[in-house]
Structures are given as structure tokens and as C-alpha cells.
């Protein structure tokens, strides 16, 4: 028998204790409704390490906000990775969004429940933004990609069909929203190749 000891995992530091802390309460809750005191007892550490690590409350809610983005832009790069067409690319992302919001504990957009406070401050609101027009981004660069007439509105119905999902599947519980959302995708990107018979025969080329 071995019995030899297993090195044990480094310990989180205070500020991935609170950050960690930030993600479960500030989501599952609302960022105006978990106050430090709540924050600090579900993190296990001191008041004085949550000054320390992010100086006030606020700067802890934009290092959650940015945390969320960038794992949000890792998870979209990973399944677009899958994909070699623009077209396909969209399409994984709905294909994404549905999965993410079938999940137990979905309560929607991050970013668009932080930005409808009125009184956010400008950090969390520049946050919050920052995420909504890279999202906004990078529809309208595979739209573009994709050979559409007009790619910047093609990037913003198709972010209106993102939102329309993201708000269905929270507050309606619609767990096929989605991929309601992917279908009319699809609708709108099939009317590209018949106004673009050139990017359309790359299609089949790919194919």
C-alpha cells in the first residue's frame, strides 16, 4: 500500500476567494443586493483583504464584470474553433448560449442585469459595455466575413437575437429560445448566398 503523502493544491488567495465569492453572490443575487459583510463571510477572509485586494466594493464589481467577459470570450473562441465557415461561427455561438442557459442557476445576462442600474457607477457601467460591444463585434466581423450587404446591421439584428434568447431563457424559463434564436439566424444568413452567389458557391466549396 502507498502511503505516501499527496502534495496538497496551493491554497486560493484572498483575492480568487473573493472574486470566486463575487461570481456565485453577484450573479445568483444582484450586485446591489449582496452587501461586503455577506461577501467577506462567503469568501472566509477579513474585511481589511477585501480593501487591500480591490480597495472598495465597486472595483470589485468591474473585476467580476471582466472576469465573466473574459471567460465568456474564451468559451465563444473555443467552440468557434470548431468551425472552419462565418456562417457556421454565428451559428455555434446560439448553439452556445442555448447550452449555457439550460443550465441550473441561469439568471441571464451578467452585463445586462449590471448595466440596467441607473445608478452603476461609470466603471461598472464601462464594464458592462465592454462586453456588449465586443459581443456586437465580433457578429459584425463574421457578418462581414460572411459577404453581407450590410454587415454592421446584420451584427446588430443578430445581437437582438442574442439578447431576445438571453432574456427568454431567464425570464420565461424558455430553454428552446436558443435555439429559436439559431433558427432565425440561419434564415437570415441562408438570404446572403442568394444575394452573394459568389460566397455562396464558397460555401459548397467548403462542404
Known amino acids: 500500500m502507498n502511503t505516501a503523502k499527496q502534495p496538497s493544491l496551493p491554497r486560493a488567495t484572498a483575492r480568487e476567494r473573493l472574486l470566486a465569492a463575487a461570481d456565485e453572490l453577484f450573479y445568483e443575487n444582484s450586485i446591489n443586493t449582496v452587501g461586503i459583510d455577506r461577501i467577506i463571510e462567503h469568501a472566509c477572509v477579513a474585511k481589511a483583504s477585501l480593501y487591500d485586494c480591490f480597495g472598495s466594493k465597486d472595483e470589485l464589481v468591474r473585476s467580476y464584470l471582466e472576469a465573466r467577459y473574459a471567460a465568456r470570450q474564451a468559451r465563444m473562441d473555443e467552440r468557434m474553433s470548431r468551425y472552419d465557415t462565418p456562417q457556421e461561427k454565428i451559428l455555434s455561438i446560439f448553439e452556445l448560449l442555448g447550452e449555457i442557459a439550460s443550465q441550473p442557476g441561469y439568471r441571464g445576462c451578467a452585463f445586462v442585469r449590471a448595466r440596467a442600474d441607473d445608478h452603476a457607477s461609470d466603471k461598472v457601467k464601462a464594464a458592462s459595455d465592454q462586453s456588449r460591444l465586443s459581443l456586437l463585434d465580433r457578429f459584425t466581423s463574421l457578418a462581414r466575413e460572411a459577404g453581407a450587404a450590410n454587415p454592421e446591421q446584420l451584427g446588430q439584428q443578430l445581437q437582438l437575437l442574442y439578447d431576445g ?39 459548397v466549396a467548403r462542404s
Not at 420565461?172 to 442568394?194: F, K
Open 165 to 203: 434568447a438571453s432574456v427568454a431563457g431567464h425570464l420565461d424559463r424558455n430553454h428552446n429560445a436558443a435555439s429559436l434564436a439559431r433558427e432565425l439566424a440561419e434564415q437570415m444568413l441562408s438570404s446572403i448566398g442568394a444575394k452573394n452567389p459568389a460566397q455562396a458557391k464558397k460555401r
